[in-house]
């Protein structure tokens, strides 16, 4: 199986260059942000227990999360592999799952970690917010805040795929279709 882990800060493409790799490769997609919806929508026992802690205001704890993505790989059948959007965003949420697919004889292939200059991203993200009308792309101070909380928080699970061997680094400027050549050439060598 071709199980891929799509990186970068916001604003770097990573949802537009997901679907042409969901496209090509005939990937599972799996993206946290929509496990949590199911779960919640649905009031499976990983989405309780995610909403207990939401509702006191924390954060949802890795086993939680990591729960919820062994149970979507698990009623997965047919699949030629896993792209993992926005996940992991800690090591230790990288290391778990590691443990889960290792269990599965199926592990992470590589890393495609998309970057761009913080000017460009910037740029970016406030041209979403004026289409999209997300609230949180209008707000130059949050812009800053999401690009730091990821440099600070996120980007350490980049060194622990760069140890393994895993690391693909593609330069995320240009056009979608020159942007997708470059991960199209990673990942046929993994």
Known sequence: MLNIVLFGPPGAGKGTQSENIIQKYQLTHISTG????????????????????????????????????????????????????????T????????????KKGTPIKGMIALFVEDEELIKRIEHRGKTSGRADDQDIEKIHNRINVYKNETLPVMDYYQKQGKLHEIRGLGTVEEIFERIATAIDTL
């Open 34 to 89: 929509d496990l949590f919806r199911k779960h919640l929508s649905e009031g499976t026992e990983l989405g309780k227990l995610a909403q207990k802690y939401m509702n006191e205001g924390n954060l949802v704890p890795d086993d939680v999360v990591i729960g919820m993505v062994d149970d979507k790989i698990n009623q997965t059948t047919n699949s030629k592999g896993f792209i993992f959007d926005g996940f992991p965003r």
């Open 91 to 102: 090591v230790a949420q990288a290391e778990a799952l590691d443990v889960v697919l290792e």
